[in-house]
């Protein structure tokens, strides 16, 4: 009980501290009771517990603490699975990209196939053919075409 006193009993010049159950008497005989003294209150700045954190990281503190080295297996490793993640999204976005390089290539080369079939059909047209077997010298033929016909028995008769 005596650690629970704010003061103690060489500063009462009497062998035991006052209790509660003292009389008034003592009061008006001229002692002096001690009591705390009586200074300003002064509010009590709160730690602030980030800007020690940070402190103690950058000045190296916190690499030296010993969760920080019996858990290094484990920081290591978590540090490696980051790597491992950072990695796989640099190939998938160069898939990613590849994927949309080649998918471009592909509506090109379907727009060129298009244009060629259309270019094509439009050349193997009578009238277009015409004009070019003109140019090389070739007449169309006034007679539209018509079926020959023979029978077996007039080719052997003919050979006879």
Not at 101 to 110: S, Y
Request: no cysteine; hydrophobic share 30%.
């Amino acid at each position: 009980m005596k650690e629970n006193l704010k003061y103690n009993d060489q500063d009462l010049g009497v062998n035991s501290p006052l209790t509660p159950g003292d009389s008034p008497a003592e009061e008006d005989l001229g002692y002096e009771t001690p009591g705390p003294a009586k200074e300003p209150v002064k509010p009590v700045k709160k730690a602030n517990k980030s800007r020690k954190a940070v402190q103690d990281f950058l000045g190296g503190d916190y690499l030296s603490k010993e969760w920080v080295t019996g858990n290094l297996s484990y920081i290591l490793y978590v540090a490696f699975l980051a790597m491992i993640y950072i990695a796989n999204t640099y190939y998938t976005e160069k898939k990613f990209n590849t994927i949309e390089r080649t998918k471009n290539e592909l509506k090109e080369l379907r727009y060129e196939y298009i244009t060629t079939k259309s270019v094509l059909m439009f050349q193997g047209r009578q009238s277009e053919i015409s004009k070019r077997a003109v140019i090389q010298g070739l007449k169309e033929a006034k007679m539209p075409p018509f079926k020959i016909l023979y029978s077996g028995e007039s080719l052997q008769s003919k050979k006879k």
